[in-house]
C-alpha cells in the first residue's frame, strides 16, 4: 500500500475513534438520570479508599522523629546543679555509651515558655522551678533492639545519686508507626475491593446497554460492520464512566477536606500546631482520573466480550 493509501486509511481510522469517542458522551449525556446514578455510584465507590489515603498520607506529614525514639528524659533532683549533671553526662557516655544533652533550667523555662504560649505568666517567675534534664540517646544495639535498651538503660539511670525521674515515652509513636503501616495495608486492600466494584458496575451497565441495543447490533452486522466498530461505542462508554465517576470522587474529596480544614485549623491552632490538610497532589489526581477512566474501560471490555459474543459478531 502507497504512502498516501496509509495516510487515508489513518485518517479514517482517527475520524472513526473520535466519533465514536464524542458520540459515546453524548449518548450518556442524554440519559441524564441513569448516568447521574451509575456516576454517582462509582464516585461514592473511589472516594472511600481516596478518603483512607488522603488521611494517611496527612498522618505521615507528621514529624514522627524517629531518629529521637529512644530519647530518655532524665530529671534532676531540684538541688542538683550544673556540675553534678555534667559528672552524670561523662559516665553516661562513658560506662554505657550513649549520648546525652543537658538542658538547663533557663534553657527548659525558655522552651516551655514558646511553645505553652504563657510567656507573660512565666515572667514573674524570679528563677525557674525546673530542675535541669538530661536528655539521652541510648546507643543502638546489635539487631536493634531498641526497647531492651532504653529498658536497661532507664533502670541504671534511675539508681544513680541525684536522678528524679526517667521517662521514655517512645512506644506511643512506635504503635502510631505501625497503625500508619496497616492504614497503608487498608488502603491497598480497599483500592482492590472498590477497584473491582467499578468493574462490576461499569459492566453491569452496558451489559444492560448492549442488550437494549439488541436490534440495532444486528442490523450493523448485517451490513457488515466490523466487531470494533461495534466494541467501540460501548467501550468509550465505559470509559466515560470510569472518567466522571473519578472526576465526582476528586469533587466529593476535595469538599470534604475543604469542610474540615477549618474546625481542625481551629483545633490545632488551640495546640500551638500550624499543621494543615493537603489533599492529592497534581500526579495523584491525573492517576485517579486515570485509574477511573481504565478501570470503566476494563468493565465495558468485559461486558462487551461476554455479550458481543452472544449475538455472534466473532
Not at 154 to 181: H, I, M, N, T
Not at 193 to 198: G, Q, R, W, Y
Request: hydrophobic share 50%; aromatic share 10%.
Amino acid at each position: 500500500m502507497s504512502t498516501g493509501g496509509l495516510r487515508r486509511k489513518a485518517r479514517a481510522w482517527g475520524r472513526r475513534q473520535l466519533y465514536s469517542f464524542f458520540s459515546s458522551l453524548g449518548t450518556l449525556l442524554s440519559h441524564r438520570l441513569g448516568t447521574l446514578l451509575t456516576v454517582l455510584v462509582l464516585g461514592v465507590a473511589m472516594v472511600l479508599p481516596l478518603g483512607l489515603y488522603v488521611t494517611v498520607k496527612n498522618l505521615r506529614a507528621l514529624d514522627l522523629q524517629q531518629q529521637d525514639w529512644g530519647t530518655i528524659s532524665v530529671y534532676m533532683q531540684p538541688e542538683v546543679g550544673a556540675e553534678q549533671v555534667r559528672s552524670l553526662a561523662d559516665r553516661i557516655e562513658r560506662e554505657r555509651g550513649a549520648s546525652s544533652t543537658a538542658v538547663s533550667p533557663e534553657q527548659g523555662m525558655e522552651q516551655f515558655r514558646q511553645a505553652s504560649g504563657f510567656g507573660e505568666a512565666l515572667s514573674l517567675f524570679e528563677e525557674s522551678p525546673l530542675p535541669w534534664v538530661l536528655e539521652v540517646t541510648p546507643a543502638r544495639p546489635p539487631g536493634d533492639d531498641l526497647e531492651s535498651e532504653v529498658s536497661r538503660l532507664s533502670e541504671w539511670l534511675g539508681q544513680q545519686e541525684g536522678v528524679d525521674l526517667v521517662q521514655a515515652d517512645f512506644k506511643w509513636l512506635q504503635r502510631l508507626a505501625g497503625l500508619l503501616a496497616l492504614g497503608d495495608a487498608v488502603v491497598t486492600v480497599l483500592g482492590v475491593l472498590f477497584s473491582l466494584a467499578v468493574v462490576v458496575v461499569v459492566a453491569n451497565t452496558i451489559r444492560l446497554d448492549v442488550a437494549s441495543r439488541a436490534e440495532e447490533i444486528q442490523v450493523l452486522q448485517f451490513v457488515g460492520a466490523g466487531n470494533g466498530f461495534i466494541r467501540q461505542p460501548f467501550l468509550y462508554s465505559g470509559f466515560w464512566y470510569g472518567l466522571l465517576g473519578a472526576l465526582l470522587a476528586l469533587l466529593v474529596l476535595g469538599a470534604c477536606l475543604f469542610y474540615l480544614s477549618l474546625p481542625l485549623a481551629r483545633l490545632l491552632d488551640a495546640y500551638g500546631n500550624t499543621f494543615t490538610i493537603s489533599g492529592l497532589d497534581g500526579r495523584e489526581v491525573l492517576l485517579t482520573l486515570l485509574s477511573g477512566a481504565a478501570l470503566g474501560l476494563l468493565g465495558a471490555w468485559l461486558a462487551v466480550q461476554r455479550y458481543v459474543r452472544h449475538f455472534r459478531l466473532d
